[in-house]
């Protein structure tokens, strides 16, 4: 054998593998493919936000799911004369939202926080809290804030590199996620979501459409017009549970604490699709009432209740906007903002915040666990 | 554990270093020929350790067999112990492969005339490779009988030709001539042809996890609802598992034929660019190539020479009925291979009368021709059944409007692939013609890429690897359609099943 060529040989096969390992690590400790389908939606949420510098500067946060992402926030702000952002993900639910918003709070300014009834849910599918992946934040909390783009402004690159006994534990979230990667967990990532990676790739740090986005959504089709009309069981929501009620009372609190206003609006579905729930209505008067708090309920503005063309070809439960449709939302939206907020007078910051404050972190610790 | 299992690189790897660095020394041929044997009997066992059985016995019978050939003098004892070999090891694989099949003629052959007793359904599995090693060891013995060759005696030589485990799963299927002497010998590394090879490992893989996986979902969704195709769909159905059976199939080869290369063995082709053929015959040329010599070798040649054109007719349909149920036991098989028996029949004449005339436009007819009956007859290939098979040619006939609808288009077209893995997946195809297309007419080109500047060939290296890395269907992958149960059968060749 000629020693010579088989070394020469294995040297060059293992630069190649130095190679592509190497570029692997990077493209891992990057953060460009820290994606997860479904479940972690949260997370994505957070990672886009901390990249984008539009959340520091927004004066009305719209806090919400997939009924409230596709509203148009250059409607809203010219109506408004405030800049808006978007601060939620679809299928979101209030539970982890409220964990998003009591960890953002002191880097977020916003006059104005908008909730959207839909999200008051209990539980969606496959939206919940992975306790293990929120916890990698705890110590990192989302830098909304300018660091010009460099290794160090990397998410949670710390996190990526844990210390060295760390690795001995084969229960450690960390190994499994250093060996594995999530290179390989998502190299699909060019052909299934190539926006996300360009998005990952080079944030837009200008982001016009500040968190919202354009809505899919194609109108309501004459076949699905036609069965309404025959025998359609309109879907009618349920009031919401006392635990709920009581972190969105929780989140109002802090807000106002804080000198934020509180606002709360429930999205407008077909007239024929969707039946608003008397008790529910009542309840969120009440709860309102007593929190000095706006509730706007789009679903009584038959301009936007029938009109067809707003709302998504659907026979599902839940119904989107449709272009048409989120535009004139936002219209309406925007202009019961105008007119609540000159009737709303913020209250000084709370004295007693420390106290609320521990109440808090019990409510996050009981979210988490 | 296969060439689609990572695992089994880094074990290559391992066995590699130590093959040259220690067992393949002037000294220690015996030693490394039973190295090759008990790597290649892991590996197979690595499937069902108990398929192991199979093998050994035939290769012992076949040892023992080959030995007395070459001793016996008296014809008839001669004929006997080729009869003993062919029947033993086609015994196995009739009773593992054609079992069911023959019974299920049976059943409906006595049914048809009154006769409802249930007969025996066997559910055994098939142990992998099996077609392919019981073809390669019946083709040793018949050499010895034909005094071809002369048998081989020493038997960890014999056993690991059978068992030799790049080769051993899909072929190609190797003559004793051609193999053999190879495990004779001691190889000297050669550097040139290392690299090579491991350049053919990276296209073969990925052929086949870039491109077959890929084409395997679309072709399985659209033949699991053909009631659901419309006319354009079916006809990417029928086109894409054609791309798909032959990045699946090629890309095993060329992976078989790389790995048995790093250690210093050459095997033979199967695939020579079948896809650019002129015509019907040229394709059966270049198209699993070792079988149909097989077939050409042991049955066509062993035939009568036919006198009258029907005759021939008869020989011909007769080798492709049997190469068609070499695939696989069903009716749909036999159907291929009849088919494409009378397609070579039918399209023969219009070849002569191409070439005889010349021109290229006429040149297209048998061409044109060739591969639109290819691609069809290949739908009773992947078809379960005859009936499947029909509801497959019914869409073809199902043109509808509904394509002109944007709304619709999408889930007409993409058939569980994303709009992006349909996308890049025409981009991979388009490149792997391209690829062929030079190795075809640009063959010096080809050379000198391969001759030429290292660094090219590094760089396309790591371009496929990282193709491979980012665009492969593999397991863990999350695309549009990629269920549980598509993602168990992503290391599977789909010729392993035969």
Request: hydrophobic share 45%; aromatic share 16%; charged share 20%.
């Amino acid at each position: 054998m000629n020693n010579t060529h088989f070394k020469t040989f294995c040297r060059d096969i293992a630069l190649g593998l130095i190679t592509i390992i190497t570029l692997l690590f990077l493209c891992n400790v990057s953060g460009i493919f820290d994606f997860e389908e479904g479940s972690s939606k949260p997370e994505q949420m957070w990672r886009s936000l901390a990249q984008k510098d539009s959340v520091n500067t927004a004066e009305i946060i719209f806090c919400g799911n997939s009924q409230t992402y596709y509203l148009n926030p250059l409607i809203l702000d010219s109506i408004t004369k405030k800049s808006s952002h978007f601060f939620g993900y679809p299928r979101a639910i209030i539970k982890p939202l409220s964990w998003f918003l009591f960890n953002s709070l002191d880097y977020l300014n916003p006059e104005l926080l908008i909730l959207e009834t839909h999200s008051f849910h209990e539980s969606f599918n496959s939206s919940s809290i992975d306790s293990i992946r929120y916890a990698r934040w705890e110590n990192d909390y989302p830098r909304f804030n300018t660091f010009p783009v460099n290794f160090t402004h990397i998410p949670w690159s710390k996190n990526k590199f844990p210390s060295f006994s760390n690795l001995f534990d084969i229960n450690k979230f960390e190994l499994s996620y250093l060996v594995t990667g999530p290179v390989l967990k998502n190299h699909h990532l060019f052909e299934t979501h190539p926006e996300y990676f360009i998005e990952a790739l080079f944030p837009s740090k200008n982001d016009k459409l500040k968190g919202f986005t354009q809505s899919p959504f194609l109108p309501i089709s004459n076949s699905l017009l036609q069965d309404y009309n025959n025998d359609w069981i309109p879907r009618q929501d349920m009031p919401i549970n006392a635990k709920e009620m009581q972190i969105i009372e929780s989140i109002i609190k802090v807000c106002k604490a804080k000198g934020i206003k509180v606002m709360i609006y429930e999205s407008p579905m077909y007239f024929r699709h969707f039946k608003p729930n008397k008790l529910r209505q009542k309840q969120l008067d009440s709860f309102c009432q007593r929190l000095n708090t706006p509730f706007i309920n789009l679903n009584l503005n038959p301009s936007l209740t029938r009109t067809p063309a707003y709302f998504e070809s659907t026979r599902g439960i839940n119904q989107h906007l449709t272009i048409a449709g989120a535009n004139a939302v936002s219209k309406a939206l925007a202009l019961a903002i105008v007119e609540q907020t000159s009737l709303l007078k913020a209250k000084p910051i709370n004295q007693n915040y420390k106290k609320l404050e521990i109440d808090i972190t019990s409510l996050q610790n009981h979210i988490i666990n | 554990m296969g060439f689609a299992n990572l695992f089994f690189w880094f074990a290559l790897s391992s066995y590699f270093l130590l093959y040259w660095t220690v067992l393949n020394r002037p000294n220690q041929l015996k030693l490394r020929n039973i190295s090759l044997l008990i790597v290649s009997y892991l590996f197979y066992a690595s499937w069902d350790w108990r398929f192991l059985g199979i093998i050994l016995f035939s290769s012992i019978l076949d040892y023992i067999v080959g030995i007395k050939l070459d001793t016996t003098i008296d014809v008839n004892k001669r004929k006997l112990l080729l009869f003993l070999s062919v029947f033993v090891n086609l015994g196995f694989l009739s009773v593992f492969k054609y079992h069911n099949f023959f019974i299920e003629s049976a059943q409906v052959a006595l049914n048809s005339i009154g006769v409802n007793h249930d007969l025996l359904y066997l559910n055994w599995v098939l142990p992998v490779g099996i077609s392919f090693y019981t073809f390669q060891t019946m083709s040793y013995t018949i050499d010895v009988y034909r005094k071809e060759i002369r048998s081989t005696k020493d038997p960890f030589v014999f056993f690991t030709y059978i068992a030799f485990f790049p080769q051993l799963l899909a072929g190609p299927i190797e003559r004793a001539k051609d193999l053999i002497p190879q495990f004779e010998k001691i190889h000297v590394f050669e550097i040139k042809a290392a690299k090579k090879a491991v350049l053919r490992i990276l296209w073969g893989a990925f052929k086949k996890i870039v491109i077959a996986n890929r084409l395997a979902l679309f072709v399985n969704e659209g033949y699991a609802h053909p009631e659901q195709l419309t006319g354009l769909t079916t006809v990417l159905v029928i086109v894409f598992f054609v791309i798909q059976l032959y990045c699946d199939f090629s890309g095993y080869c060329d992976m078989a034929i790389g790995t048995a290369r790093l250690l210093g063995f050459k095997l033979s082709e199967n695939f020579t660019r079948p896809l650019l053929a002129k015509n019907i015959k040229t394709v059966y040329q270049r198209w699993h190539i070792t079988i149909h010599k097989w077939f050409r070798d042991y049955i066509y040649f062993q035939l009568k020479p036919p006198k009258t054109k029907f005759r021939k007719c008869i020989n011909v349909l007769l080798v492709f009925g049997l190469a068609g149920l070499w695939h696989g036991s069903g009716l749909n098989f036999l159907f291929w291979g009849l088919m494409n028996g009378l397609l070579i029949l039918i399209l023969d004449p219009v070849i002569d009368k191409a070439a005889k005339v010349g021109g290229k436009r006429l040149a297209l007819i048998p061409l044109i021709l060739a591969h639109i009956s290819v691609y069809l007859s290949l739908i009773f290939f992947r078809s379960q059944n005859l009936d499947h098979a029909k509801s497959m040619f019914m869409g073809l006939f199902r043109w509808e409007s509904s394509i002109l609808n944007t709304n619709d288009r999408a889930n007409i077209l993409q058939l569980g692939l994303g709009k992006f893995e349909l996308l890049f997946g025409l981009l991979f195809i388009i490149i792997v013609f391209g690829v062929e297309y030079y190795q075809e007419y640009h063959e010096k080109r080809i050379n000198s890429f391969y001759n030429g500047n290292g660094l090219n060939r590094w760089f396309i290296a790591i371009a496929l690897s990282l193709s491979i890395i980012f665009f492969g269907f593999y397991n863990g992958r999350t695309g549009a359609n990629f269920n549980k149960t598509n993602e168990n059968k992503q290391e599977q060749f789909i010729y392993e099943a035969f």
